[in-house]
């Protein structure tokens, strides 16, 4: 290839991009099953009920903050309907409902949702983070360099 040439990889998935989960990119339809078409079905009832498209899942498996909660678009969408959405939307297949019947189930409310430990947008808990102000921080540096100061004197 000449030192001027380009080659250009393109990375084609199966679908409307809003509707597609994330193992329907790259071409090798092997590895989808029936909880991809969950994982369209649960997009496209997140389209319906807020009236926004959900953000593209290669958004979503960047930054998972990416996928707004249905709640906070549509207050009217019951908890645990929108539980089922983002079931249904995990953006692993081994994270969604095995089949339409158990996402009926939870979109009824008669299904249990399971926790994964994984955070995929499933979970929408704001993270608690503690933040240390410039005070603490010089105050623990002092306490730091006191007892080095100390330390060194005593081992004389």
């Known amino acids: 290839m000449a030192p001027d040439e ?32 969950i994982f369209s ?4 009832l997140y389209h319906l009920l807020t009236n926004e498209p ?7 498996f960047l930054n998972h903050r990416s996928l707004v909660s249905p709640r906070e678009i549509n207050p009217q969408v019951s908890q645990h309907v929108e539980k ?10 081994d994270n969604r409902p095995l089949n ?12 249990e949702i399971p926790q ?7 979970s ?13 921080i010089a105050g623990y540096v002092a306490g730091g360099l006191f007892v080095i100061g100390l330390l060194t004197t005593l081992l004389r």
Do not use: C, N
């Not at 994964?116 to 499933?122: E, N, R």
């Open 6 to 37: 380009v080659t250009i990889t393109v990375i084609q998935g199966q679908g409307t991009a809003l509707y597609t989960p994330l193992e329907q990119y790259g071409g090798d339809d092997t590895h989808t099953d029936p909880r991809a078409d």
């Open 41 to 44: 079905f649960g997009a496209t």
């Open 54 to 60: 959900p953000s593209e899942v290669r958004k979503r």
């Open 84 to 93: 089922a959405i983002l079931w249904a939307m995990s953006l692993h297949p």
């Open 100 to 111: 339409v019947l158990t996402l009926r189930d939870a979109l009824l409310g008669k299904q």
């Open 116 to 122: 994964f430990p994984t955070v995929d947008g499933l």
């Open 124 to 136: 929408f808990e704001a993270l608690q983070i503690t933040i240390i102000s410039s005070e603490q």
